[in-house]
């Protein structure tokens, strides 16, 4: 059974600093993996999707990686903004059976930017 | 291109009763995906509609169902409803298959 996982719980940096988030899932058999950041009682806007047989995708000051054979991926946010302050959630497309769009979700890095 | 939506934002129902929730995907959009996000479980998935059919369902009792209908809006029913029913629904709808999905901004549905 598929299970991700995400590290830290919370964050809080100082405005302009850099840093990484992080995401680990437990069966590698995925079609990709993305990245959603969630503002308090709303929906999610997606981040970054990196398809399995990529390792890193780019989008402005954001750079998500992955490592299929490790369950690993990594969000990094550069120079962060006090506007960068939400809920990042990362989740997998399980492989296996046929393509559908159906997630997985890690419980999240709540990150707070202070100014 | 207007984005997700989903009707009503809010709603307040009490045990035992039925409710019906909405959602409009992206125009030309296909795939519909709905999501239960509760402070304790996180985002679970419910069930997935490709082109009228449901592809994909999770773990979730029979009380929840789905459609979807040919201009691929879709709703999810929820029949005799629990206290422990009380979430952010969302939906999410993306182009075709294991792609980027879209998500609106939910229907928050409170149990009393």
């Known amino acids: 059974k598929q299970e991700v996982t995400q590290i830290p719980a919370a964050l809080s940096v100082p405005e302009g600093e850099n840093l990484v988030l992080n995401c680990s899932f437990t069966?590698?058999?995925?079609?990709?993996l993305q990245w959603f950041r969630q503002d308090p009682g709303k929906g999610l806007t997606s981040l970054l999707l990196?398809?399995?047989?990529?390792r890193e995708q780019t989008s402005g000051r954001l750079n998500a990686s992955l490592d299929k054979s490790s369950g690993r991926s990594t969000l990094y946010i550069a120079a962060s903004q006090p506007g960068d302050s939400a809920t990042y959630l990362c989740?997998?497309?399980?492989?296996?059976?046929?393509?559908?769009?159906?997630?997985?979700f890690g419980t999240g890095t709540l990150l707070a930017v202070q100014p | 291109k207007a984005g997700v939506t989903q009707t009503p934002r809010y709603l307040i129902k009490t045990r035992g009763q039925q409710v019906t929730l909405s959602c409009s995907p992206i125009?030309?959009?296909?795939?519909v995906s709905w999501y239960q996000q509760t402070p304790g479980q996180g985002l679970q998935f419910l069930f997935e509609y490709f082109s009228e059919t449901q592809r994909n369902k999770g773990n979730f009792p029979g009380r929840f169902s789905g459609r979807q209908f040919s201009n691929s809006r879709s709703e999810m029913n929820v029949s005799t409803l629990e206290l422990g029913d009380s979430a952010l629904y969302l939906c999410?709808?993306?182009?075709?298959?294991?792609?980027?999905?879209?998500f609106g901004p939910g229907t928050r549905l409170t149990v009393l």
């Open positions: 990196i398809q399995s047989s990529q």
């Open positions: 069966d590698s058999a995925i079609y990709n």
């Open positions: 989740a997998v497309s399980p492989g296996g059976g046929g393509a559908t769009n159906k997630l997985i």
């Open positions: 125009s030309g959009h296909r795939s």
């Open positions: 999410a709808s993306s182009l075709d298959s294991v792609d980027t999905q879209y």
